[in-house]
């Protein structure tokens, strides 16, 4: 790179000789300005705006406050109605139902741990022989029972409770008689309905309020209380030897109130011992009872910093003037020196430019000029970006980079924009089919201007449900998909929405249907290709019944893959099979030649491989009749064993295989269509309605409707949209329910009539319903009594 002509490498321009001069300025002048204004102006304005902020601290603080308080009520509210606390707790046995006794104590355990707030939970049931739990289940004293059967006489059915005394009595008990009161929040059960038979009581915790109290006063020189609409002192912060003061602020509020001006919230100053305070109050509405909160804080604890700290700025800013005379021609130099560096740097006639632009405008012009150039090469980049891509993942899943490393096909694809790091990955083959049968609406030679269509269509629909993914198209009717995915992330709903989506729009525009294979999820790079053969091959796995098929290589049972014995050059078979399956002509009948070069290499008498050319003969028949092609048809009725079996020169059955077998085939290749067979699975629901309550398996449907277990439990799942056992649960959870509706019933009774044990069938009625069959027959009897109420 060249450097630009400057005169000296210390050359200074328009920029330096600006900055230096604003560097004078501003060091020195706004801070004795500052102090001299604050001083002399703004005292006042900031005790103001010091004591706003007090009062919106305390707002917000009371609101935290308030917001503890409602939040416990609406809890201990939420607890009361809950089933636990129902009616049958009048009747319930403890001791017999020791794991209802259990439950409850275990949720009054929960109720105390769910708030900071919570001291203790107490649940009374009042009947002949009183209950107590606390934590735990007892019987309770006379004097509790005493104390409970007045908490739960009074009118009120929620409310707060708390020990009062007054204000002479806290004066006179010690220096922390201001602490909180014992208070509890009582709510009588059972919630929904009356008479109500118990009380369940949360007591809150002393200590825990008076330190929410405290927050209220910021500077830890203040005063805070809570009291009642009666004026009795609920919880305060209890300073020590401050019963005075309390009782002086407590006088001071009720007689504001009761002036006129109680009413929501008010503040005002207070003097009291040579100190004035700035006092807050305001009501806090709880149920039952409206609270007032109080809060003093000095005002001397406030004004006091902000004439310290004016003093402090004036003597400061004296000192910095000089100071900043000095460091401002230092720091000018020391913050120009980049500048300069980056002027260096620039490939122009920088003496010429800096005469008509100062620094940064003529390192803008620069940038901007940079900027422009990296955009164009971005956007050219950006128009070869996909067709790179495409390539890349072309190469690899055909086998091309056998060479690279696992980290080098790492780099490679990151390098196009990829993150691999975590992730997995699948491959989707979309093969279409029934080409041959459009009637008129596409002529031979069409085929890569349909698949060229069937391409954009996926792309499009990967674009919107895939964040990383490729799309390659082959021109042959099948377009082949490279998805990555995070190994967190669970792709096997969103596969399958992703291919009926593409099916249905193929089909929709171009009337063809779509089998789409789906790998297994590939956990390396280098095991691509072999991953695509796989697909390529388990696509021949499509049924003859469905016209769109979804195929997922690991739920294709392993016993329907052949083995290789070693014998007859079985993998060799295999990708002759799948390279017609795929419409490869060329490569079909390169792999007939090394498939014969085997036979011959193995054992080259006539009958070995007139037997192994027979029998691939026979394999590729029968890829045939499972295609769906019609080989009386495709062959014109000729006895192609016969014409096979009188060859007897390997050449001679080399070119009459690739002429007569291979090549009719292909240009016959079209889609093979399927149709449910819905029959069979209207025939076995209707069975399973008429025997649910026998003992009903998969294998005996099969069974009577001429199938095998494996067809009817596919069939059943993608027709009713549930597998068969599920169905066959639902059945009877359903018919369960309506026997339980009769009260006279035992569910023992209704366990056998439904094909169920009893307690299988109270596991498996809990698992689909989430309650219990006995308590699901109690809340429908009792929904079916409140309705006719």
Wanted: overall charge negative; glycine content about 6%.
């Amino acid at each position: 790179m060249l450097r630009p002509k400057t005169k000296s490498s210390s050359m200074r321009g328009a920029f330096y000789r600006k900055s230096f001069i604003w560097f004078l300025l501003t060091a020195s002048i706004p801070g004795l300005i500052t102090g001299i204004f604050i001083y002399t102006f703004s005292k006042a304005q900031i005790e103001q705006d010091l004591s706003d902020l007090h009062q919106n601290q305390i707002d917000q603080r009371v609101k935290n406050i308030d917001d503890q308080l409602s939040y416990l009520e609406l809890d201990l509210a939420h607890w009361a109605f809950h089933s636990r606390f129902g009616w049958e707790l009048a009747d319930l046995d403890f001791v017999y139902h020791f794991q209802e006794t259990w439950d409850i104590s275990r949720t009054l355990n929960i109720l105390q741990g769910s708030h900071p707030l919570i001291d203790d939970v107490v649940l009374y049931v009042d009947r002949e022989q009183p209950v107590l739990f606390r934590t735990g289940y007892r019987l309770p004293t006379e004097e509790e029972i005493d104390l409970y059967r007045g908490l739960l006489s009074d009118r009120r059915h929620v409310y707060w409770q708390y020990e009062l005394a007054d204000i002479a009595a806290q004066e006179e008990a010690s220096p922390h008689a201001y602490a909180a009161n014992k208070i509890r929040l009582v709510h009588k059960v059972p919630g929904e309905s009356s008479p109500r038979f118990g009380i369940l009581t949360v007591t809150v915790k002393a200590d825990k309020l008076v330190n929410l109290l405290k927050t209220m006063t910021p500077y830890n020189e203040g005063i805070t209380f809570l009291m009642d609409r009666d004026g009795y002192v609920i919880a305060s912060d209890s300073p020590q030897g401050g019963q005075d003061v309390h009782h002086a602020l407590r006088a001071s509020i009720l007689a504001h109130r009761e002036n006129g001006q109680g009413e929501g919230r008010g503040t005002f100053l207070w003097d009291w011992s040579d100190m004035t305070y700035s006092v807050s109050y305001g009501s806090m509405k709880r149920i039952e009872s409206d609270w007032t909160y109080v809060s003093a804080a000095p005002l001397t604890a406030i004004t006091s910093p902000v004439i310290r700290l004016s003093n402090i700025i004036i003597t400061v800013s004296l000192s910095v003037l000089l100071l900043g005379l000095l460091l401002s021609w230092v720091a000018s130099n020391w913050i120009y020196m980049p500048i300069r560096r980056l002027l260096t740097k620039m490939t122009v006639d920088a003496d010429t430019e800096l005469e008509k632009l100062d620094e940064f405008q003529f390192l803008e012009s620069q940038w901007s000029s940079l900027a422009d150039q990296r955009l164009i090469l971005e956007r050219r980049l950006n128009e070869q970006l996909h067709n790179l891509r495409n390539s890349f993942l072309l190469q690899l899943i055909q086998g091309h980079l056998y060479a690279y490393s696992e980290g080098d096909l790492h780099r490679q694809m990151e390098r196009y924009g990829w993150k691999v790091d975590q992730h997995r990955y699948y491959i989707l083959r979309f093969q279409l089919t029934g080409f041959d049968s459009l009637k008129g609406r596409f002529s031979a030679g069409d085929e890569a201007l349909v698949t060229f269509v069937a391409f954009n269509i996926i792309e499009e629909l990967a674009a919107e449900t895939f964040q990383q993914f490729g799309v390659m198209n082959f021109h042959d009717l099948s377009v082949a998909m490279f998805l990555l995915s995070h190994i967190d992330e669970e792709e096997r709903e969103k596969l399958r929405v992703f291919g009926d989506r593409a099916a249905q729009q193929i089909h929709k525009l171009l009337g063809l249907n779509v089998t789409i294979t789906v790998s297994r999820a590939i956990d390396y790079l280098r095991e691509t290709p072999e991953a695509y053969m796989e697909v390529e091959r388990f696509s021949g796995y499509r049924k003859f019944s469905n016209q769109y098929q979804f195929i997922r290589i690991d739920e294709i049972p392993a016993d329907s893959i052949a083995e290789d014995t070693g014998g007859y050059p079985f993998a060799k078979e295999q990708d002759i099979l799948q390279a017609l399956r795929s419409g490869k002509q060329g490569e079909a009948e390169k792999l007939v030649a090394q498939f014969l070069d085997e036979l011959l290499a193995r054992q080259d008498t006539e009958i070995y491989v007139q037997q192994g050319m027979l029998q691939l003969l026979g394999s590729i028949q029968h890829m045939i009749l499972q295609s769906g092609i019609n080989i009386f048809r495709l062959y014109e009725g000729e006895n192609l064993f016969e014409h096979l079996s009188q060859i007897r020169e390997p050449n001679k059955m080399l070119t009459w295989m690739q002429k007569r077998v291979i090549r009719p085939y292909i240009e016959e290749r079209e889609s093979r269509a399927s149709r449910q067979l819905k029959e069979i699975v209207d025939q076995t629901v209707d069975y399973i309605h008429e025997n649910y309550m026998n003992d009903i398996s998969l294998d005996e449907c099969a069974e009577r409707v001429g199938t095998n277990s494996y067809t009817l439990s596919r069939l059943f799942k993608q027709t009713t949209g549930v597998n068969f056992i599920d169905y066959v649960t639902n059945i009877r959870i359903e018919k369960a329910k309506e026997l339980l509706l009769h009260p006279n019933k035992r569910i023992n009774e209704i366990a056998a009539e439904v094909g169920y044990q009893q307690r299988y069938f109270n596991r498996i009625f809990k698992k689909h319903v989430g309650v219990t069959p006995g308590q699901f027959r109690e809340i429908s009897l009792q929904a079916v009594e409140q309705s006719k109420n």
